[in-house]
């Protein structure tokens, strides 16, 4: 004959695998709000790094790299010095200062390659950036 399984008489010894169960539910819970919350709305962009070299004198060279959902059509660019989802065709073409890279009362002009774009504010300041 089998020895039938032993029983505890503690209360709690049935509480591990109700609180075991409970601490998955939540983190997985926890797991798809992140997941959730992390995700862009369509159109929208969202700067994920910025680094910046002061190094040499009058200048700083700032780069930054941008994360943007948009939608059919559009690409990753610049409008008013902010990441925005552009027209792709203004990408493919290169024709930079049609996306309105620049900030509102500065002047935009291509470079002469077509590597980017020069913004001229009004007292003379230029600030140059180049797509890579």
């Known amino acids: 004959m089998a020895p039938s399984p032993r029983r505890s008489s503690r209360k709690d010894a049935n509480a591990l695998p109700s609180a075991s169960s409970t601490f998955w539910?939540?983190?997985?819970?926890?797991?798809?709000?992140i997941a959730y919350c992390s995700q862009l709305a369509a159109g929208t962009c969202e700067i994920v790094t910025l680094d910046r070299d002061s190094s040499q004198p009058r200048r700083?060279?700032?780069?930054?790299?941008?994360?943007?959902?948009?939608?059919k059509g559009q690409i990753?660019?610049?409008?008013?010095?902010?990441?925005?989802?552009?027209?792709a065709r203004i990408i493919k073409?290169?024709?930079w200062c049609e996306m309105l890279p620049c900030l509102e009362g500065e002047g935009c002009d291509l470079l002469i390659n077509k590597s980017g774009w020069t913004c001229t504010q009004p007292g003379g300041r230029i600030k140059t950036t180049t797509v890579s």
């Open 76 to 87: 990753a660019g610049t409008t008013r010095a902010r990441p925005a989802c552009v027209d």
């Open 60 to 71: 700083t060279i700032a780069r930054q790299t941008a994360r943007c959902a948009c939608k």
């Open 25 to 33: 539910a939540i983190m997985i819970l926890v797991g798809l709000l």
């Open 93 to 95: 073409t290169k024709q």
